[in-house]
């Protein structure tokens, strides 16, 4: 490629220049039927597309050659891998730069890729205005607005302007792609291959802090605490941290924060499972203060007691406003600022399953969990009496305790071999130890006892031995035992004739 070179032609300063009046039109051959003549070629055509393609070239980089007709390709392919990265003029949170050929409205469009060189890390949501061009936000891969650390100083940000229905309320966006150096937002995992949030991969199903639920007098409701709690799809699968979770469960009904399925078991165990549905509704909104505007809904419905995402961690909506589900006004349990962007909501609840015949998983594991639902662990598995309600007890943490201790053995006999104590109806399959107290009286004197109590064949055995010379002697002995064998213990024991041998029950571990 190269400028013309032939006979007749004349320096740049001679060319001939377009005219500066007329109307645009196009070429044609003639048709001498209707008296149209063909269109002469003038010059100033053929130097504009001689000079538009010398362009080219000088924007690649490349020195024209008269003998290669491959350059134009050539430069072409260059310019494509060619980064143009430009300089950060705008301040913090609010980035600007200068393109070589300034973007308008109408270039300025969806597609639209910009390479900017970061002069400041960003410390909250962020703005990008190329060019002079009205500032439109930037939101991450997780179509959420920037929160903190995602731009680096010294690092390229790659932005593209979008269109997303139901991100920033259908308005343009700047989706950060990468940013070297940067925090990189990424939606929630939903498949073992995606990348999860941070939230998603801390810790192990179960894990909770400050676990605690008290049943004064039986009932058929509870409610559990804990400061937060790790919930997993499947053992090994997509994890989810739930913090501040408050949860009810009334054994009378069936769903989410209810019995799975049929009816509570008179005198078992049910387990309870903390669950989660990690997007309840996608809504366009702000927060001021403790107020959570929504402007509109995409999907789903918000309601009491579901976490906002997007927001401050362990945000939950407590009250409604003019809101009920949809666009109004809600009430919020933290004072933030956040912009007008998209946001969504989680929610956690509890689920009762009948735990009395069989050991309840760490996940939840049959075929009724509530729609939406997609992640649970196992929190506790609670006795239930004669009407199938929770009996009274505490627990903290993995730590049941009943209110009264439960006599489990009472006996004027002993016994040199080995004696099975059953505790089917008290301690449950899960139990890891049961703990309580071993006992005995005497009702004359001179009475001599002797026992030991145990797992299976001696494992971690606990030893009473006493002796009294008047009547009415008595001793108590704590005990705490792995349970080797769910739900039983054994014993060993002597005493005298009068004498009582007794085995009560304070709590379980599971």
Not at 46 to 62: D, F, H, K, P, V
Not at 125 to 142: E, V
């Amino acid at each position: 490629m190269d400028r013309l070179i032939a006979s007749n032609s004349v320096a740049a300063a001679q060319a001939d220049t377009a005219p500066t009046t007329g109307t645009a039109q196009y070429a044609t051959d003639g048709n001498p039927a209707s008296n149209i003549p063909a269109t002469r070629w003038p010059s100033y055509q053929y130097n504009a597309i001689q000079e538009e393609l010398i362009a080219i070239l000088t924007s690649a980089g490349i020195t024209p050659d008269r003998t290669n007709n491959g350059q134009i390709v050539a430069a072409i392919k260059a310019l494509f891998k060619k980064n143009s990265v430009l300089a950060d003029v705008g301040i913090v949170n609010a980035y600007a730069a200068v393109n070589a050929t300034p973007l308008v409205a109408a270039t300025w469009v969806d597609g639209t890729m910009q390479a900017v060189k970061i002069a400041h890390s960003n410390t909250g949501q962020s703005t990008y205005a190329p060019d002079g061009l009205p500032a439109i936000p930037i939101y991450g891969l997780g179509l959420l607005p920037l929160a903190n650390g995602e731009l680096f100083a010294g690092g390229t940000a790659f932005l593209m302007r979008s269109t997303i229905t139901g991100v920033n309320s259908g308005n343009p966006i700047c989706v950060l792609m990468e940013c070297a150096g940067g925090a990189q937002q990424v939606a929630p995992a939903t498949q073992p291959t995606h990348a999860p949030q941070m939230s998603q991969v801390a810790g192990v199903v179960g894990d909770a802090r400050n676990f605690a639920m008290t049943i004064s007098t039986a009932s058929a409701s509870g409610t559990l605490t804990a400061d937060e709690v790790i919930v997993e799809s499947a053992l090994g699968g997509i994890r989810y941290c739930i913090p501040s979770l408050s949860a009810s469960c009334n054994l009378a009904s069936t769903g989410a924060g209810a019995m799975d399925t049929g009816s509570a078991p008179a005198s078992g165990f049910v387990a309870l499972y903390a669950i989660y549905n990690p997007l309840v509704s996608m809504f366009y909104g702000s927060i001021s203060g403790t107020t959570l505007t929504v402007s509109s809904v995409v999907s789903g419905a918000l309601a009491v007691g579901q976490y906002v995402q997007g927001a401050a961690p362990g945000t939950k909506i407590t009250a409604l406003g003019t809101g009920t589900g949809g666009i109004g006004t809600y009430t919020v349990s933290a004072s933030q600022t956040v912009a007008a962007g998209s946001l969504s909501t989680g929610s956690a609840a509890l689920l009762a399953t009948n735990a009395t015949s069989a050991a309840a998983p760490n996940v939840y594991g049959g075929a009724n969990m509530p729609s939406g639902y997609t992640a649970s662990c196992l929190v506790s598995v609670w006795p239930t009496n004669s009407s199938g309600q929770f009996v009274a007890g505490y627990q903290k943490d993995r730590k049941f305790w009943f209110l009264s201790p439960v006599s489990i053995l009472s006996s004027t006999s002993g016994s040199t071999a080995q004696v099975t104590l059953s505790g089917a109806t008290v301690i449950p399959i899960n139990a890891k130890t049961a703990f309580g107290l071993i006992g005995a009286t005497s009702a004359t004197a001179a009475q001599q006892f002797s026992s030991y109590l145990n797992s299976a064949s001696g494992v971690a055995a606990q030893s009473l031995t006493a002796g009294y010379t008047v009547a009415g002697g008595a001793v108590l002995d704590p005990w705490e035992l792995p349970m080797a064998t769910a739900q039983t213990l054994y014993y060993t024991g002597s005493v005298s004739s009068g004498g009582t041998f007794n085995v009560s029950l304070r709590g379980f571990t599971i």
